[in-house]
């Protein structure tokens, strides 16, 4: 079973920045892909940003709200992805779930997620 473990959320001023980290177990054959959803309290999960695994850094994706002032990146040695937020707004409130498209070593594969962090941004 792949496990997801989250860090880096917290309560931050509007402008600030904060960076999430995820880290995948061992026990994984292969990822396709990493990102972060995060969901507001009463709203759906949203995509925040993925990366694809591949030849020259895979491929990214940001959600409109957050282009330009989120940046992702992942460490595929370490089974890590990362997510630098700035210039952070308090629509950023939310929820921060890691996920990971990937196999684990004895099953199929298949989206592992996280527990969530929570980004509170408010002054």
């Known amino acids: 079973q792949v496990q997801l473990v989250e860090s880096g959320g917290g309560l931050v001023q509007p402008g600030g920045s904060l960076r999430l980290s995820c880290a995948a177990s061992?026990?994984?054959?292969?990822?396709?892909?990493m990102g972060w959803y995060r969901q507001a309290p009463g709203k759906q999960r949203e995509l925040v940003a993925s990366?694809?695994?591949?030849?020259?850094?895979?491929?990214?994706n940001y959600a409109d709200s957050v282009k330009g002032r989120f940046t992702i990146s992942r460490d595929n040695a370490k089974n890590t992805v990362n997510l630098q937020m700035n210039s952070l707004k308090p629509e950023d409130t939310a929820l921060y779930y890691c996920?990971?498209?990937?196999?684990?070593?004895?099953?199929?594969?298949?989206?592992?997620w996280g527990q969530g962090t929570q980004v509170t941004v408010d002054s």
């Open positions: 061992e026990n994984i054959c292969s990822i396709y892909a």
């Open positions: 990366i694809t695994s591949g030849g020259s850094g895979g491929s990214i």
């Open positions: 996920y990971a498209d990937a196999k684990g070593s004895w099953g199929p594969r298949k989206w592992y």
